[in-house]
């Protein structure tokens, strides 16, 4: 009896025992040299995942286009209105031929034709064609020239009609991806009839300041300002342009 027993303690001894405990190691294992991979070391073949900050349509980049200058939008039209001295109204409309030329129409009321001295008894209803070219358009510089003729019919100093021939240049230089400021040079040529009009030809020379801001990208405010002599049948008297307005491109 005392044998047995003898033999079972024995036997069970070993299952008794604490087991013995297994190596733990904490340290993660590096790579080797070979395939280690950093966020400036993408592997060759695959795309790296650090963010990109190109540009996107999204975002509100004057440096896409623009309306004063040479940047032309591709693909879309520009709806736009213009307010100020001397063009109290206008409503013009652009859609590109180009990457360089845009071709359109616009329909504005005039009171002085940028002259102030003629602000009371100067009155136009116009209506014209309007076509833009791009001179320079980059990262840095937007330069365009815009021609407007047209038609006037004249609503003071009795009956008559004008022609008009105004030329614009703009060149605008990027603060930012939203805003464009630069010089502005008009030239805004016109003819009146009957030819015996103390005013028959008057040629404003305006030279001033323009600026552009994005509000969104299809949406931008701008305005030009500036100041000059004007000459015509009695002579040289001050010319003057104070305008803001808008431009969406559809």
Same mark, same amino acid.
């Given at each position: 009896?005392?044998?047995?027993?003898?033999?079972?303690?024995?036997?069970?001894?070993?299952?008794?025992?604490?087991?013995?405990?297994?190596?733990?190691?904490?340290?993660?294992?590096?790579?080797?040299?070979?395939?280690?991979?950093?966020?400036?070391?993408?592997?060759?073949?695959?795309?790296?995942?650090?963010?990109?900050?190109?540009?996107?349509?999204?975002?509100?980049?004057?440096?896409?286009?623009?309306? %004063?200058? $040479?940047?032309?939008?591709?693909?879309?039209?520009? =709806?736009?209105?213009? /307010? @100020?001295?001397?063009? +109290?109204?206008? !409503?013009?409309?652009?859609?590109?031929?180009?990457?360089?030329?845009?071709?359109?129409?616009?329909?504005?009321?005039?009171?002085?034709?940028?002259?102030?001295?003629?602000?009371?008894?100067?009155?136009?209803?116009?209506?014209?064609?309007?076509?833009?070219?791009s001179i320079l358009h980059n990262e840095l510089w937007s330069i365009g020239v815009r021609?407007?003729?047209?038609?006037?019919?004249?609503?003071?100093?009795?009956?008559?009609?004008?022609?008009?021939?105004?030329?614009?240049?703009?060149?605008?230089?990027?603060?930012?991806?939203?805003? %464009?400021? $630069?010089?502005?040079?008009?030239?805004?040529?016109? =003819?009146?009839?009957? /030819? @015996?009009?103390?005013? +028959?030809?008057? !040629?404003?020379?305006?030279?001033?300041?323009?600026?552009?801001?994005?509000?969104?990208?299809?949406?931008?405010?701008?305005?030009?300002?500036?100041?000059?002599?004007?000459?015509?049948?009695?002579?040289?008297?001050?010319?003057?342009?104070?305008?803001?307005?808008?431009?969406?491109?559809?």
């Amino acid at each position: 009896m005392v044998t047995l027993l003898s033999i079972a303690i024995g036997l069970l001894s070993p299952l008794q025992a604490e087991p013995e405990a297994l190596p733990l190691n904490l340290t993660p294992e590096l790579p080797n040299n070979e395939s280690e991979q950093t966020w400036d070391d993408p592997e060759p073949g695959s795309e790296s995942l650090r963010p990109s900050a190109t540009y996107t349509e999204e975002s509100p980049s004057a440096l896409s286009w623009d309306v %004063l200058g $040479g940047g032309i939008p591709a693909d879309s039209i520009l =709806l736009g209105a213009t /307010s @100020g001295f001397s063009r +109290f109204a206008e !409503v013009h409309l652009e859609a590109p031929l180009s990457d360089q030329f845009t071709l359109g129409g616009w329909v504005g009321f005039d009171f002085g034709y940028w002259r102030p001295d003629g602000a009371d008894q100067d009155a136009s209803l116009m209506f014209g064609a309007a076509a833009r070219l791009s001179i320079l358009h980059n990262e840095l510089w937007s330069i365009g020239v815009r021609v407007s003729p047209g038609f006037g019919i004249r609503t003071s100093q009795g009956s008559g009609f004008s022609l008009f021939v105004p030329l614009e240049s703009r060149a605008l230089y990027a603060i930012d991806d939203r805003l %464009l400021v $630069g010089a502005a040079i008009d030239l805004p040529l016109r =003819l009146s009839f009957p /030819s @015996g009009s103390p005013d +028959f030809v008057t !040629v404003p020379m305006i030279v001033g300041f323009a600026g552009e801001f994005h509000l969104m990208p299809s949406l931008a405010l701008h305005g030009v300002f500036g100041f000059g002599p004007a000459l015509d049948s009695r002579g040289v008297e001050p010319s003057f342009r104070a305008t803001i307005g808008m431009a969406y491109r559809l």
